[in-house]
């Protein structure tokens, strides 16, 4: 049977107060389902990886990874060891 059919004959054998509560709770259910989505649908949007891929793009100077003269002291304490 499908779920609407037997969705609707059990409704015609329950009495008029727990056909009030039902409708009460169903109007709850769907109202926390839309928020529930809309709620995952924004957190979907803002955590997509990749989004700003080619938005920053600098020109980087010819020495950019090497040491800094800041550091030259440091580096080469360490590398002594």
């Known amino acids: 049977m499908a779920i609407d059919a037997e969705i609707l004959q059990t409704l015609d054998q329950m009495p008029e107060p727990l056909k009030q509560e ?22 979907q949007q803002k955590r997509r990886s990749g989004i700003l891929k080619g938005t ?21 304490s360490v590398l002594s060891f």
Do not use: G, R, T
Request: charged fraction near 30%.
């Open 56 to 76: 920053f793009v600098l020109p980087l100077p010819d020495d950019f990874d090497e040491p800094l003269e800041v550091f030259k002291e440091y580096m080469e």
């Open 22 to 43: 039902l409708l009460h709770y169903a109007k709850y259910l769907v109202e926390n389902y839309s928020k529930a989505i809309s709620q995952e649908s924004i957190l």
